[in-house]
């Protein structure tokens, strides 16, 4: 399994942007996936995480009512719609495939992380 994140830009706060996680050569209905952040300086965090069918999905808080996470497993890709945007969003944004998540104190906490993409930069700046 192969993921590539696309999608990022530059956008003014209170933009939008739409995030994707595309896999090649394996399909990705066999892969709860999950998409991350790492601000300038700070560690990586979790954002969304989605299931296989796409029947279950949880949000860090700073971005629950902002953001949703959603997969069309036909072509092979999850999606991250980002609204609302925030100068406080800006990272570069990976996706990965994981095997389990729950939620902490309002972050979500993954487990058996796995075949990362490169990410998608995404500043937002006016």
């Known amino acids: 399994l192969q993921l590539v994140e696309s999608g990022g830009g530059l956008v003014q706060p209170g933009g939008s942007l739409q995030l994707s996680c595309t896999a090649s050569?394996?399909?990705?209905?066999?892969?709860?996936i999950g998409w991350f952040r790492q601000a300038p300086g700070k560690e990586r965090e979790g954002v969304a995480c989605?299931?296989?069918?796409?029947?279950?999905?949880n949000y860090a808080d700073s971005v629950k009512g902002r953001f949703t996470i959603s997969r069309d497993n036909a072509k092979s890709t999850v999606y991250l719609q980002m609204n609302s945007l925030k100068p406080e969003d800006t990272g570069v944004y990976y996706c990965?495939?994981?095997?389990?998540?729950?939620?902490?104190?309002?972050?979500?906490?993954?487990?058996?992380?796995?075949?990362w993409g490169k990410g998608t930069l995404v500043t937002v700046s006016s």
């Open positions: 050569r394996v399909t990705l209905d066999y892969y709860d």
């Open positions: 989605i299931s296989k069918s796409g029947d279950s999905t």
């Open positions: 990965a495939s994981i095997t389990a998540w729950t939620v902490v104190g309002g972050s979500i906490k993954t487990f058996g992380e796995n075949h």
